[in-house]
């Protein structure tokens, strides 16, 4: 009899906040690139430069940071050539920056597709990952030709197999960025106003992560505390060490780094799910 | 919304151990709603706005989450709560239909293979590879709905989509729902289309304040959702002056009973009691009938149906027997005037003392039922199909036709 073996879905109210039906989120992983290319196609509709402005952006602030921060204020570039030491350090902020703001609305925003199907919401937020991963990716590129090019031109020596190693930052910095996201995007969910202190946030984060300075500018002894504090710190200097070869990161710094990162991505997750099981009722 | 303040209490008892109280403002949706649909059928849900038969669409769909209780569905489940959940206006109608149909539960591999069908069942040509946000309304809904027709789930649950478009639409995807069902998929239909539901549904639930009030056979149920919905008493008004007094009911012809509620192509009785306290002589009865906004639709007129001028001693009664009402659903009033012969001015008059509500219904075992949007009236006839048989010259120029195989054709 085909009657058995058809698939049967249970619907009950999850208990507890450990509850996740996982499997069911599973189900659905189709949805995820469906949606990230839909992200990445919708973006460059009707655009006259299209992809170019993943490319153009970073560059230019790198030249305004370069003349600026580097050139007028004479912060510390750790011995590193300007331009590349502010670019390593943009692109990981910026696919932060883009991932908590796709993410922290997403209940408001997809409220009308949320209300008439039912997907696993997760699935949203994941999916922004994957569209600003290809984001990532591109800009990685424009560093990895800065790279080659400062390297033929002796002004620098990074480059090495060091650089295999990006794939693991990314990770790291993209659990951190989905851990933020998940926690306002469940918060805003219920009070609105609180979507207020995203643009903030992502502002703040730009000074309180050394992009714009080195990492070797904090004081040795408040090193593990702003790694614990802001993971991002030790993120983005993770991407140095990959990219550029220098480091001051130890592993306690590395550690506590990622400790927080869990912590966060833990909640986020638990968060969003409990938010996400009557948030149609009353978004 | 509870306020901070308030959440923050119902957490803590809820750590307490406290089973807290009800917060203010929250009352049941669905309260102890069991029922089970066997495959293969049609159950139609019923019952008056804010009955829960949305949220009950909602909680079957994993929308929103049951406080008590479980459900189980043996089978794909599909929905159709709106359509089109999830078009992007940004991008071509191709794109939607891989979007749309993979947020519906498709997969890539079987988007593809339905294709062709989606896009002939959407009939929309070749705005196909514009941008959705271009397309007129009625496109909009007829690619959304081609998409979520090829869905073909084991269970389907609709929700008075099909309220939305035009009738020709209506008439495709109520063809297509019934399909579904021969092919024995289970459906719930969402509606108040109570002849839709008629024709559609073999088993009906009907919901009233978030409870299962009767589920059954699809006509027994209906009929008790539309004696709920009518007022147990009805009053008959009397108008009256000095001299006379008239009452107006609706009534059904063999039982003799009031009815606010008529089938389209139904038989009834105007009643038009009358009575004289002084004796009345040569009188002339008129009733009217209005549409909601007191246009005059018909006039009933004694005089015009060959009863003549009538004495009123005590009461009389003119019954006007309207047969294979051809009203069309809606709402209407009704009125009347006496008049003596002769004279301008009405004896006893009432604007709109009666109001009565007509019911879809078919007629002549139609599949399809008459339904507002059909005009005002239906005039009295029948269709029927021919096939003309035209000169063979005019249909035929060349001679291909008639002409056996192999001979020259005729110049």
Redesign the interface.
């Known amino acids: 009899m085909t ?1 058995s073996l ?9 208990s507890g906040w450990f509850d996740l039906d996982l499997r069911r989120a599973w189900g659905h992983r ?2 995820l690139f ?1 949606f990230a290319l ?1 992200d990445i ?2 973006r460059h ?2 655009t006259l430069l299209g992809p170019g402005w993943l490319v153009l952006q970073p560059l230019v602030w790198t030249a305004v940071f370069t003349a600026t921060v580097s050139g007028v204020a004479g912060v510390s570039t750790a011995n590193q050539p300007a331009p590349l030491f502010y670019l390593s350090g943009l692109i990981a902020w910026a696919y932060f920056s883009q991932v908590i703001h796709a993410t922290s609305q997403v209940f408001i925003e997809n409220e ?8 696993p919401r997760i699935i949203v937020p994941l999916s922004s990952l994957i569209s600003n991963a290809v984001a990532l990716l591109i800009q990685f590129l424009v560093v990895l030709a800065f790279l080659i090019a400062f390297q033929w031109l002796g002004k620098a020596d990074g480059l090495s197999w060091r650089i295999v190693a990006f794939p693991m930052v990314v990770l790291h910095l993209a659990a951190f960025s989905l851990a933020i996201g998940l926690l306002l995007g469940a918060s805003t969910a219920k ?1 609105r106003d609180l979507a207020f202190m995203t643009p903030f946030l992502i502002q703040v984060s730009m000074f309180v992560t050394p992009v714009l300075y080195p990492f070797s500018a904090i004081p040795e002894q408040f090193r593990v505390l702003a790694s614990f504090a802001n993971p991002l710190t030790a993120i983005v200097e993770e991407g140095r060490w990959c990219l550029l070869g220098e480091s001051m990161l130890s592993p306690g710094q590395l550690l506590a780094s990622l400790f927080t990162t869990s912590v966060a991505l833990g909640c986020g997750v638990l968060l969003y799910q409990r938010v996400e ?2 948030v ?3 978004i | 919304m509870s306020s901070l303040k308030e959440e923050i209490h119902y957490f803590l008892d809820r750590l307490r151990g406290k089973r807290p109280a009800r917060r203010s403002g929250e009352f049941y949706a669905l309260r102890d709603v069991t029922f089970s649909i066997p495959v293969g059928s049609v159950c139609g849900i019923i019952g008056r706005n804010g009955s829960g038969k949305t949220t009950l669409l909602k909680v079957l769909t994993s929308i929103t989450e049951p406080d008590e209780g479980e459900a189980r569905l043996r089978g794909r489940v599909g929905s159709l709560l709106e359509v089109g959940a999830g078009f992007h206006p940004e991008l071509d109608g191709i794109e939607n239909i891989y979007l749309n149909g993979g947020i519906l539960g498709m997969s890539r591999s079987e988007i593809t293979s339905k294709l062709d069908r989606i896009i002939e069942f959407a009939d929309v040509g070749a705005v196909m590879e514009t941008p959705v946000k271009r397309y007129s309304s009625g496109m909009y809904v007829r690619l959304a709905f081609a998409i979520a027709a090829y869905l073909e789930p084991d269970i389907l649950l609709v929700d008075e989509v099909l309220a939305v478009g035009d009738a020709d639409f209506q008439r495709k995807s109520l063809a297509k729902m019934k399909d579904a069902a021969g092919e024995g998929r289970t459906v719930l239909f969402v509606s108040h289309n109570m002849a839709m539901v008629r024709q559609l549904c073999d088993m009906a639930i009907f919901l009233e304040e978030g409870c299962v009030k009767q589920i059954g056979p699809s006509s027994a149920v209906i009929d008790r959702y539309l004696l709920a919905s009518t007022p147990q008493s009805v009053q008959v008004q009397r108008t009256e002056t000095d001299a006379v007094w008239g009452e107006l009911r609706v009534v059904e012809p063999s039982t003799e009973t009031v009815c606010p509620h008529l089938k389209f192509g139904g038989d009834y009785d105007f009643v038009l009691r009358l009575g004289a306290k002084q004796p009345f002589k040569r009188g002339v009865a008129q009733v009217r009938i209005l549409d909601q906004e007191g246009v005059l639709i018909s006039s009933l007129e004694s005089l015009a149906e060959g009863v003549d001028q009538f004495d009123i001693s005590e009461v009389v009664e003119v019954v006007f027997s309207v047969r294979s009402l051809g009203l069309l659903p809606g709402t209407y009033l009704a009125g009347y005037s006496l008049y003596a012969w002769g004279e301008e001015e009405a004896r006893l008059s009432a604007e709109a003392c009666l109001s009565f509500e007509v019911i879809p219904a078919t007629v002549n075992d139609a599949y399809w039922p008459y339904l507002r949007e059909h005009g005002i009236v239906r005039l009295a006839h029948s269709a029927n199909l021919r096939y003309p048989l035209l000169s063979p010259q005019l249909s035929d120029p060349a001679g291909l036709a008639s002409r056996p195989e192999g001979l020259p054709p005729v110049e």
């Open positions: 009657g058809k698939r049967v879905t249970i619907v009950r109210r999850r189709d949805l469906l839909r196609k919708v509709k009707q009308h597709i949320f209300s008439k199907v039912y997907f009070y099981r009557t149609m009722d009353t």
